[in-house]
């Protein structure tokens, strides 16, 4: 229990204790770890020798703390819950705490590669439905492995980030036509940082997750369903997702989701060797997809057909080495309710059936939406955990 | 001309100077240009003041110098060539030459987002024909935009660096198996070195290439054909290509290449105007693919049908910002004839029409094969410019 006034039932308690990269005053970026609605400055703890990390947490970004690896992210957090729950350290620690709203986020850290998986059946099964009717929904390699392909890391934005609608060719029945996207949506997905990098040539086993991953991240994948529907064959999504992918501004350590892992559905056929996770685990991530502030859809994480250890193992089986801020995202998180999809493509099927959102009826994005995604996780004695969110709006094409 | 012995005709003058990233025995890395077999030293020469670039040249890589822009380039650029053609600063400079057999060379910067192309029309076609026989063989977008996906900037190695066959899922009759790939491949690429960003929203235009791109690398994008085939379908390549991606040691800056631009192939239909480039200019680059010492091919890159400035303003046209250090490669250069492609799979037909090397027959790359893929280009003056090989041996699969 935290001596923070307001923190404890907050969604970020110390049972949480996410990480970010904040400034004061348009000052220098520093971290913190978020507790309540204060952000506790690491950096200052760490030069008042409050909290040790070999000066990583008097960094810019959090690439450093990332790769000293588990033991001493797991020290950290010790020290940081003593420094919150231990009312003798309040005088010394009170003055590093500052209210969120004094602060602006930055990206908490430095993205080294961007991969996105597609890991959701209900989400694969519901394009395939939409894109290719009258065809088996699931290409034949689905269940073999976890699909994914690399996106632009340099395109990785904070959430709050407004993103500028993007330009480009769109199919029409007269050909390709240029101009801004038309049917701009989202994808509610779970990143995975990597902290703790691999050398090429050796691939990493799925009992290794981890060891590698520090945390998770809420992210939107926002997507132009025109651009991309033009361009992906045969080489996959380019410039339909390039122009931004939000991340949540704090990242919750794996530390903090020890009670929300949970068996993870049952594969069938069974999968390769290398793709084998015992326990198999996914995640009760809670998802909410909020349109405009009025919610919209509830994707359930727990659901995922690929867990995050399997696409770890898949993603280095080639031999693929792994850099610290690595930042790999789940796919787009669908459930099996037209309510429980992480696009609009889905909630809209495609646009043929729009939702009313806010007294209007609504297919894909207008200028001016706002799409937040926030979730919970469980936490220990019945706490329940706060993922920070993803939010985003849209600005007109330039 | 140069005082530096041997150097003129080298394809190493001073009309080329390419710029890498050297260590002496096992020393720090050092900037440095290449003349004729020797190592111009530029780490030292900016200690001694003999050429000044704000301490950009006293970097471990040469993204700090990328960073300067066209001016300073140029002007680094002029100094240099002063340095090694005025007798009057053989004494100052002789120090700093270093042969290039007693240095170590590294990946010449850190690359950023690595996009790849798929920019000949005969590659693209060639391979249409091998996978789809019986149907068009180029898909329908491919005359309206330059078709390009997202690869693993963090296996971009420098040329030297073995690659270790990579394991994966490959398709078989009895549904996919686990191991080596057995159809592994080359690509014979051009990379261009992109040094000055771009913010996020804004588009770059084609008209503006030579002030954001420095300079080229011949590229070889290894590629594993049968966990190609297998996973790529709808995300694209993954696997079989993020395992390595090798680039020449040596940058050569568009400066060199003056003489080497010349009129690209017409586009037909035309392109929308975001990729007209006036003038439409392609690189008369002649390279040519070693197996083993022995040239199989020489695929004309002069014949490309989208230009490196069309690939930018495509690669930027959605709002994707640039950051220094980002590498995009044209794909696999292949012209008309058998003796002109830029791959194995087009050389052997699919692996249906072997080739013999040294003696051998041979159809995809065996463990302990090495290629090496060269270019020459046209220098002022009737010179040649050569072009920095890329290399690599192909080790056993852990």
Redesign the interface.
Known sequence: MTWVTGAQDSGFGVQHLPYGVFRIDGGEPRIGVRIGNLVLDLAGAEAADLVLAGGALCQPTLNAFLALGRPQWTAVRQRITELLTDPAHRTAVEPLLVPLDEVRMELPFEV??YVDF?SSEQHATNVGEIFRPGQPPL?P?WK??P?????????V?VSGTPV?R????RPSRE??V?GPSARLDVEAEVGFVVGVPSP????VAAADFAHHVFGVVLLNDWS?RD?QA???????????K???TSVAAWVTPLDALRHAFVPAPEQD?PV???LRDEPHLGLDLRLTVYWNGEPVSEPPFAGMYWTPAQQLA??T???????TG?LYASGTVSGPRRDQVGSFLELTWGGAEPVTVAGAERTFLADGDTVTITATAPGPDGSVIALSAVTGTVLPA?
């Not at 089986?317 to 850099?323: S, T």
């Open positions: 080294a590669d597609y290409p390699n073999h492995l699909i994914g392909y690399h996106g632009r890391a340099g395109t934005v500028i993007p330009q480009g060719q050909g390709p240029f090429l040539g050796r691939r132009a651009i033009w361009e992906y064959q045969p080489l996959g999504p380019f410039l339909g390039s122009f931004a056929p390769a060797d290398y898949h993603l089986v080639n031999g693929a080495a792994l850099r690595d330039r």
